[in-house]
């Protein structure tokens, strides 16, 4: 399985971005699929997770009411829409697929998109 995640920037608080991870797996609908980031000088954390059918999605509190996670399961792709955006946000956001059940534990997750820089400024 391959990830390829884009669609970081730079921006302002309070602002919005939309990730986007394209998957190049015909067996992209069997996996659980997560963002989890990863700020300078901390270790990398749980974002958000959808289950297979995007029936279920999972959230750090941190993010909960302000990130949505979604998937298309026929364009191989997870996104992750990201509004009211905080400095707290910044860090480098890698996709991840997860044959498991374990959404929010970083080390359940098999596969890892190469990351994309998202910096929010105040």
């Known amino acids: 399985v391959q990830l390829q995640a884009c669609g970081g920037g730079l921006v302002q608080a309070g602002a919005s971005l939309r990730l986007s991870c394209a998957a190049s797996?015909?067996?992209?609908?069997?996996?659980?699929m997560g963002w989890l980031r990863q700020a300078p000088g901390k270790e990398r954390e749980f974002v958000a997770a959808i289950n297979w059918s995007g029936g279920n999605t999972y959230y750090a509190d941190s993010v909960k009411g302000r990130f949505t996670i979604s998937r298309d399961n026929a364009k191989n792709t997870v996104y992750l829409q990201m509004n009211s955006l905080e400095p707290e946000d910044t860090a480098v956001y890698y996709c991840?697929?997860?044959?498991?059940?374990?959404?929010?534990?970083?080390?359940?997750?098999?596969?890892w998109g190469q990351g994309t820089l998202v910096t929010v400024s105040s």
């Open positions: 991840a697929a997860n044959v498991g059940s374990s959404v929010a534990n970083r080390n359940a997750y098999d596969y």
């Open positions: 797996t015909l067996t992209f609908s069997s996996y659980i």
